[in-house]
């Protein structure tokens, strides 16, 4: 199994909801990571996460909060975000942090309204 | 400031002949460089990397150059096929072992 599986595919919330992405691989990977991607941009990194401890935040606003709750799982919690957060938000995984073979989830397109 | 640049945005070759999709980098801290591809509704796809030690990386088709004094790098499809047709994401890796993106390449391969 060489998947990382993000669900949900796709999320219209408004900016006083609360929703989470979710990310899970069976690699046995101890790394996973958050990227957010914007329209003809580069994927962006926001948060590593290694053997389940936040290793890199890059500055992201708190209204992104990142969990780890397992070796396996991945959840990025959105609360209060702005229509500028709309984005595609990958999630990774590689052996270890820093590993140049990362796996990549098909994403999640988010749209706020 | 990208530290990561792929200045084209798009390419177009022929089925059959040599694609060359370039890259250019700021940080001579980097240690690794990489590819990756992305199919549309998919996530990107791991392709090949080249240690900052090294200046050439084969993998089948695909060969990676590196220049460390002109701080370039190139990826090389010989035979292009249709199914190289893909953005192209060059990456490296660089202190805190972050890899860092540039913006991409949309390559398409003509019948």
């Known amino acids: 199994d060489t998947e990382v599986t993000q669900t949900p595919k796709h999320l219209v919330m408004g900016m006083t909801n609360k929703k989470s992405l979710k990310c899970e691989q069976h690699m046995g990977h101890r790394a996973m990571y958050w990227y957010k991607q914007k329209a003809k941009k580069p994927p962006e990194l926001m948060f590593v996460y290694s053997y389940e401890k936040l290793s890199i935040n890059e500055s992201v606003p708190s209204r992104f909060s990142p969990e780890c709750p397992n070796s396996s799982l991945l959840n990025l919690h959105l609360h209060a975000l702005q229509p500028e957060d709309s984005a595609l938000y990958l999630c990774?995984?590689?052996?270890?942090?820093?590993?140049?073979?990362?796996?990549f989830g098909q994403g999640t397109r988010l749209t706020v309204v | 400031d990208q530290q990561v640049k792929q200045n084209s945005p798009s390419l177009s070759v022929q089925e059959g002949r040599i694609s060359i999709l370039n890259c250019d980098y700021t940080n001579s801290m980097f240690d690794y460089f990489l590819w990756y591809k992305k199919y549309p509704a998919e996530g990107p796809t791991f392709l090949i990397s080249?240690?900052?030690?090294?200046d050439k990386n084969e993998d089948g088709r695909f060969t990676v150059f590196l220049n460390k004094s002109a701080k370039h790098l190139s990826l090389h499809i010989v035979p292009s096929q249709p199914g190289d047709s893909a953005v192209y994401f060059c990456?490296?890796?660089?202190?805190?072992?972050?890899?860092?993106f540039g913006k991409g390449t949309r390559l398409h391969i003509l019948p």
């Open positions: 990774a995984s590689s052996l270890e942090k820093g590993y140049t073979e990362a796996f």
């Open positions: 080249i240690s900052s030690i090294k």
């Open positions: 990456a490296a890796r660089g202190l805190g072992d972050k890899i860092i």
